[in-house]
């Protein structure tokens, strides 16, 4: 039987992470529970935007997470940053209680610290050591490896949901709105967000964003960078073209936002992991 691997709701989509098990948020507006699986997301961004109220989030409880590990011998999870949310520590809250009841089962949790797209390419990572039969030893190892160099940066259109539920400062929120001023946001290297740079004009913002890859140790050839874009492909599309005529990665993909990053990057997000 092959190894399990199951993913929290902050993994985004496209061919290659549509079949993988997930544990979904709850995302609450108005009084609505939203469940994040199977959404449509425009759905998603019309209540977003038709709501005056804080847009809150809330990971799944450590049930949900054992429900996925039942029929399997040995399970692997990734979550979002556990500095950004409870989805880590409510998978590891599971463990001690799946451990007593089956002994026998193995689990290992891997705290990404990142999101979206850079949560999403370490869940590729875990897929393709699993698919190539390595043992848990060998893939704990290898995906913690590839953790400590995956860098995530991102560009969003608001930074409203972000300060709202704690993400960030107002002050940063605050520096976002201001008059074509557009801040280049990023991981720090230990799973929390921090201002990188802020640019004039968003024309100038995508293209430090690019050039900001090569201040990067990116072993290009063996890279693969991601791209996920809250309802706007055209502009990953592009950024995805500019980021290949500059730079010899491996691939780029992109990905469609998972309710989860919707809520945080959204509409008209951009975010990029290698």
């Known amino acids: 039987m092959k190894d399990n691997l199951i993913v929290d709701s902050c993994v985004d989509f496209n061919e290659d992470t549509q079949d993988i098990g997930r544990v979904p ?3 609450l507006i108005d009084e609505e529970e939203i469940i994040d699986e199977n959404l449509n997301i425009h759905n998603l961004i019309a209540k977003m935007k038709n709501t005056k ?3 809150k989030t ?3 409880p450590p049930e949900d997470f054992i429900n996925k590990w039942k029929e399997h011998k040995n399970n692997f999870v990734v979550t979002i940053s556990s500095q950004l949310s409870g989805s880590y520590n409510s998978a590891m809250v599971a463990v001690e209680s799946f451990k007593e009841k089956f002994p ?3 689990v290992h949790i891997f705290d990404s610290k990142t999101a979206a797209t850079g ?3 370490i869940a590729m990572k875990v897929k393709q050591l699993i698919e190539e039969n390595f043992n848990a030893a060998e893939i704990i190892e290898q995906t913690n490896k590839y953790i400590s160099k995956v860098r995530t940066i991102f560009i969003l259109e608001s930074l409203d949901n972000l300060a709202k539920n704690g993400r960030i400062s107002n002050l940063k929120a605050i520096l976002g709105s201001m008059l074509h001023i557009v801040p280049i946001m990023g991981e720090d290297g ?3 967000i921090e201002l990188k740079e802020s640019v004039r004009g968003k024309k100038r913002a995508f293209a430090r964003l690019v050039d900001m890859i090569a201040e990067y140790n990116v072993d290009f050839e063996n890279t693969v960078l991601g791209i996920t874009h809250v309802n706007c492909l ?3 599309e592009k950024l995805r073209d500019d980021i290949k005529a500059k730079y010899p990665f491996k691939d780029i993909k992109i990905f469609n ?4 990053s919707t809520v945080y990057a959204d509409d008209g997000g951009i975010v990029i992991a290698f």
């Open 25 to 27: 948020f709850r995302i």
């Open 53 to 55: 109220n804080q847009i």
């Open 58 to 60: 809330a990971c799944a």
């Open 104 to 106: 026998n089962s193995f």
């Open 119 to 121: 949560e999403t390419l």
């Open 190 to 192: 230990e799973g929390r």
């Open 234 to 236: 055209e502009k990953a």
């Open 257 to 260: 936002s998972s309710g989860l």
